[in-house]
């Protein structure tokens, strides 16, 4: 009993504004603007078909018939020059290959990729290693360098930039390599 009686009072203490009817907002708002009026459209009489027997079919036409084309003089001369033209040797260029540098051909080799280095735009290899993003605590538990901030194996060698590394006693250096 206590219970539906706390209840009722909870509930008729939620009603909006305290019980009051509401009253309509003020007819000019900043920001909405002024009250909109609404007005209904009369509604249109629908067209009546004309009295005659129905819907016009439309007019069958037929697919204009393609002309024949002869050959005028200046087409059959034109065709004849270029039949008769040499065919024009591929160049020398285009069939040999780039010619790769000793360095680069031993970069390839091992699995490497011939790209630019650093800032100063010199080439060297990239190699992509085996263990990246693996676990360690210093260089020796990496195939390249072992990362301070990520304790990772780093992704490829050489570094370019300045990296903090840790070293094979497991003190952290800051390497920089342009």
């Known amino acids: 009993m206590r219970f539906g009686l706390i209840l009722a009072l909870v509930l008729a203490g939620c009603t909006l504004g305290g019980g ?3 009253t309509p907002a003020s007819p000019s708002n900043p920001i909405t603007g002024d009250a ?3 007005t209904s459209l009369e509604a249109q ?3 009546k078909p ?5 819907p016009a079919e439309p007019a069958k036409l037929e697919p204009p018939k393609p002309e024949a084309v002869l050959p005028d003089a200046a087409n059959v001369e034109t065709a004849k020059a ?12 285009a069939a040999a290959a780039p010619v790769l540098s000793p360095q680069e051909q031993a970069c390839v080799k091992s699995g490497g990729r011939w790209s630019v280095a650093g800032k100063s735009g010199g080439m060297t290899c990239v190699r992509m290693l085996r263990d990246a993003g693996k676990s360690c605590r210093k ?3 990496c195939e390249g360098s072992c990362l301070a901030r990520s304790n990772t194996c780093a992704p490829i060698t050489p570094l370019f930039g300045c ?6 006693d497991g003190a952290m250096v800051t390497l920089c390599i342009d």
Request: charged residues 25%; without cysteine; hydrophobic residues 35%.
């Open 20 to 22: 009051k009817v509401a």
């Open 36 to 38: 909109i009026e609404v």
């Open 45 to 47: 009489t629908a067209v």
């Open 50 to 54: 004309e009295v005659g027997g129905g």
């Open 82 to 93: 270029e039949e008769t033209l040499p065919a024009v040797p591929p160049s020398e260029d």
């Open 139 to 141: 260089q020796s538990d």
């Open 163 to 168: 990296n903090e590394i840790l070293q094979n």
